[in-house]
C-alpha cells in the first residue's frame, strides 16, 4: 500500500484491476431476473437450471443442452436465444423444453420464457425466421410478416403407439414473442 501511495501509476493500475474484478464478478448484486449472455441460466418446470459444461444434474435426473441458435424474436434488431433443453428423468420419461432468453439489447438475456414440447420426441430442427429465412417445408421465402416467428420441427407418437417405438407423426410449431410473453401461434 506505501509503495502505491509512492507510486501514483502503480495505484491506478491497482484500481482499474479492482474495478474490472468488480465488474466481472457482479459487484455482489443480485442477478436473478438477468444474467450474461454467456452464462444462461434455463428454466425446467418453473425451476432455474444452469448448465455447467452443458449439463445439469439434481435428484430429478439430468437436463442436458440439445441445441441453441440465436436470433430476433422481438424486433427489437438484437439476437435473443432459443435453447432445447432435455431432462432425462429417473424414471422412463425423456422430456424435452424450450427456453427463450431475450436481450435487452445491452447483451444481457432476461429470465427465461419456457415452454414443454414432449416426451420422448425426436428432434428435427428449430429456427428462427428472418429476412433470409426459408421454409423447409416448402421452400418459399418466408413473409416478412412472419419475421420474428420460432419454429421446431419434430416427431411425436401417435395416440396409439408405444412410448417404446419411434415416434411417428412429424409437427411444426411456432411462437412468438407478445407483450414480453412466449405465445404458440400454430401448429401444422
Known sequence: MIAMAANPGAWASALAIGMACLTIMGCGNDQSDTVSS??????IEGNQVQLERGFFENEDGTVSLLTAISGDLDGDAADDQVAL??????????FYYLNVL???GNGTLGQSRETFIGDRIKF???DIYGAESVSRMT?????PD???QLVVGYYIHGPEQAYA????IYITRH???????????DDY
Open 165 to 168: 417405438e419411434k415416434p411417428g
Open 139 to 143: 421452400g418459399v421465402p418466408i413473409h
Open 38 to 43: 454467456t452464462t444462461p441460466i434455463y428454466s
Open 146 to 148: 412472419d419475421y420474428g
Open 175 to 185: 411462437w412468438k414473442i407478445e407483450s414480453g410473453r412466449l405465445v404458440m401461434v
Open 124 to 126: 428435427d430442427f428449430m
Open 102 to 104: 431475450l436481450n435487452d
Open 85 to 94: 433443453l432435455v431432462l432425462d428423468s429417473s424414471g422412463s420419461g425423456v
